[in-house]
C-alpha cells in the first residue's frame, strides 16, 4: 500500500478532473467519484484524468484515516442528488459556486436568502461533515497550471482561501493547498469563506498569499 497522502474529489468535470490531475502530479493518491458509476467513468477519466481512481460516490468517505479529505466539485444546482451520508466523518472542501441564475435547491436558497454563505448553507445539510470553504476563487484553468511552485518559500505562489470553523480541518486543507503549489490564506471562520465567492473580490484573481490575506483580512500559512 502507498504512503501518499489520499485526496478524494466527487464531481469528474472541468475543476474535479484538474484538481485530479494537479494532486496527482503532486505525488497524492486520488480517487474520484460522479454520478455515473465507476466503470462508466473509467474512459472518461482515461481521458481527463488517468492517474486517479474512479470510486462510487457513496464511497467517497470510505477510508481508513478518521476525517477523509473530499473535495465537493458538483455544481450546486445537482446538490440534492448528494446524500449527507455519503459524506458523513468527512473534511468536506466545499468548492461549489452559484452562478447568476443558476437554480439551485431550496433548502439552499432559502439559506442564501437569510444571508448565509453558501459554505454555512453546506455546513446544515451536510451536518456529518466538517465542511472547509476552499479551491472554489481558482478556475480549473489555474489549478492545472498556476500551483506547481513548490517551494513553500516563494513569495509569488498564488494565495488561496481556507475558511473553516474548525482549526483542525482548516489545517488539513491548507496542507492540501500547500501540496498543490499554492499559499494557503486563513480566514477566520467558515461564514468569513463568504469573500471567495464569485461577487467577492478575489474571484478567479491571481494574487499571492500576501495580497490574498490583505484583500480578505486571512493570514497566511506557514509550513
Ligand atoms: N470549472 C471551474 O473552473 C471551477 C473551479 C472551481 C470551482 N468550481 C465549482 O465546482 C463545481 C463543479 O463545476 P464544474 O465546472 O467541474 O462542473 P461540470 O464540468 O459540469 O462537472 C460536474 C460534475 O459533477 C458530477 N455530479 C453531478 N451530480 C453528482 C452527484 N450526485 N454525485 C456525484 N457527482 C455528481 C457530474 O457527474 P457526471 O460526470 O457523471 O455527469 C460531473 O462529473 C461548481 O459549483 C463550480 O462553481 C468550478
Do not use: C
Amino acid at each position: 500500500m502507498s504512503d501518499a497522502p489520499v485526496l478524494t474529489i466527487l464531481g469528474a468535470g472541468r475543476a474535479g478532473t484538474a484538481l485530479a490531475r494537479a494532486a496527482a502530479s503532486a505525488g497524492m493518491d486520488v480517487r474520484i467519484a460522479a454520478s455515473r458509476p465507476p466503470a462508466a467513468l473509467r474512459l472518461h477519466l482515461a481521458q481527463y484524468a488517468p492517474r486517479a481512481t474512479a470510486v462510487a460516490a457513496a464511497d467517497v468517505a470510505a477510508a481508513d484515516v478518521a476525517a477523509p479529505l473530499v473535495v465537493l466539485m458538483v455544481p450546486q444546482e445537482d446538490l440534492d442528488s448528494v446524500d449527507p451520508a455519503w459524506l458523513r466523518g468527512a473534511v468536506l472542501v466545499d468548492a461549489t459556486n452559484r452562478w447568476d441564475g443558476e437554480p439551485v435547491p431550496a433548502w439552499l436558497e432559502s439559506g442564501l436568502d437569510a444571508g448565509l454563505s453558501s459554505s454555512s448553507v453546506l455546513a446544515t445539510r451536510f451536518a456529518g461533515s466538517t465542511v472547509v470553504k476552499a479551491l472554489n476563487h481558482v478556475s480549473h484553468w489555474d489549478l492545472d497550471t498556476a500551483g506547481r511552485r513548490l517551494d513553500p518559500a516563494d513569495p509569488d505562489r498564488r494565495g488561496l482561501g481556507v475558511a473553516a470553523d474548525s482549526a483542525q480541518a482548516a489545517a488539513a486543507v491548507g496542507q492540501l493547498v500547500l501540496g498543490l503549489g499554492f499559499a494557503p490564506v486563513f480566514l477566520p471562520d467558515l461564514a468569513a469563506g463568504r469573500v471567495l465567492e464569485p461577487e467577492g473580490p478575489v474571484f478567479n484573481r491571481p494574487v499571492s498569499g500576501p495580497e490574498l490575506a490583505r484583500l480578505t483580512g486571512g493570514t497566511v500559512g506557514r509550513d
